[in-house]
């Protein structure tokens, strides 16, 4: 009799372990959809004397794409970023994560730019009020400053087209 209660325990640990084994991490709810983007004001990558905030994207719908120059799925993902940008629907704003700029910047000039501005998230304060997680994650904001998508690892061709691209569009009606 002693022994129930313990090994209910352990059947119920087991088997809540087993239901998270079964989630997508990818999938993984973000609380922040449907509220307002977290207040930011960073320096410019390539202009480090001056600032953007949230405020300056109120009214257009925009991409924030958290990356860094050591990220390795970021450089898996940088060429459907490119993509997304070659296509001209939105702005893409990159958040450089926790990296040094001058390695932003070698790594931007390596691959391409496809911001239309990079911030400096050097300490990565920025990056944990986003509820950034690890980067890659990308990030659909629409015209009222909510957050509407969030995308946790690398963006691939298919989620770009399946996801990323249908999510912007429904904000641009």
């Known amino acids: 009799m002693r022994f129930i209660l313990p090994l209910g325990a352990f059947i119920f640990m087991v088997g809540l372990l087993g239901f998270g084994l079964t989630l997508d991490p990818k999938k993984i709810p973000s609380p922040l959809i449907g509220k307002p983007a977290p207040e930011f004001s960073l320096n410019m990558l390539y202009a480090?004397?001056?600032?953007?905030?949230?405020?300056?994207?109120?009214?257009?719908?925009?991409?924030?794409?958290?990356?860094?120059?050591?990220?390795?799925?970021?450089?898996?993902?940088?060429?459907?970023?490119?993509?997304?940008?070659?296509?001209?629907?939105?702005?893409?704003?990159?958040?450089?994560?926790k990296d040094q700029p001058e390695d932003a910047r070698r790594w931007l000039k390596q691959f391409g730019n496809p911001y239309s501005a990079s911030l400096m998230d050097i300490d990565g304060r920025v990056g944990i009020d986003w509820g950034v997680y690890g980067v890659p994650e990308t990030f659909v904001i629409g015209k009222d400053g909510n957050i509407k998508y969030k995308h946790i690892g690398p963006v691939t061709k298919e989620s770009l087209e399946k996801e990323v691209i249908p999510a912007i569009k429904a904000l641009l009606g």
């Open 48 to 97: 480090p004397n001056e600032m953007l905030s949230k405020k300056d994207f109120l009214g257009q719908v925009w991409v924030l794409n958290v990356w860094a120059s050591w990220c390795v799925s970021c450089r898996a993902e940088h060429v459907f970023i490119t993509d997304l940008a070659s296509r001209n629907l939105v702005k893409i704003v990159g958040l450089d994560y």
